[in-house]
């Protein structure tokens, strides 16, 4: 491969870093044409883009890109693909679901939002990262909860109100 043809990829792959947020890399050597095929499927019906890549090359985008990537770089061994999502748990629950009937891929490493994570062990807690919108919804259920108390207070004293009230009037005939 040519000096140009490396840095039209690493200058590609610098672009996905920057225009995706967060980014899994992942093994998945060993896995047949179907397995692999179908796996470029869910990835696609997931909108996460899977990448095979070089190390080298790999290792230069990231170099190359603003963040801080030093502690992904000693898990670039051997074959890896990268998967870059704009969700930071979409990519895990594809790989546990794609792992119920195939051993690979395995995580090396993963970049979500802004935090560095390494080894396969990860994964069961990479799966129950919130994205951003599930974040502000549970705020946004938190502020509502004390609101719901008082107004469910309010109608349940307007009910007992109401039924003294009832009980008072049949007495008095």
Do not use: W
Request: some cysteine; hydrophobic content about 40%.
């Amino acid at each position: 491969m040519r000096r140009e043809e490396k840095n039209t990829i690493i200058d590609s792959l610098a672009e996905r870093i920057k225009e995706y947020n967060h980014f899994y890399l992942t093994d998945t050597a060993q896995l047949n044409a179907a397995d692999t095929s179908d796996l470029r499927r869910k990835c696609f019906e997931s909108d996460i883009k899977l990448i095979v890549v070089k190390n080298t090359l790999l290792k230069r985008a990231l170099e190359q890109s603003e963040g801080n990537f030093e502690e992904l770089f000693p898990v670039l061994k051997g074959t890896t693909s990268v998967m870059f999502a704009n969700s930071g748990n979409a990519p895990a629950k594809l790989i546990k679901e794609f792992r119920r009937r195939h051993d690979k891929p395995l995580l090396k490493g993963a970049y979500v939002q802004e935090s560095v994570y390494i080894g396969d062990n990860m994964l069961d807690m990479l799966v129950f990262v919130k994205t951003r919108d599930e974040l502000i919804g549970d705020i946004i259920l938190l502020l509502q909860s004390p609101a719901r108390n008082v107004i469910s207070a309010l109608q349940a004293g307007g009910n007992k109100i109401h039924g003294v009230l009832e009980t008072l009037s049949k007495k008095e005939k």
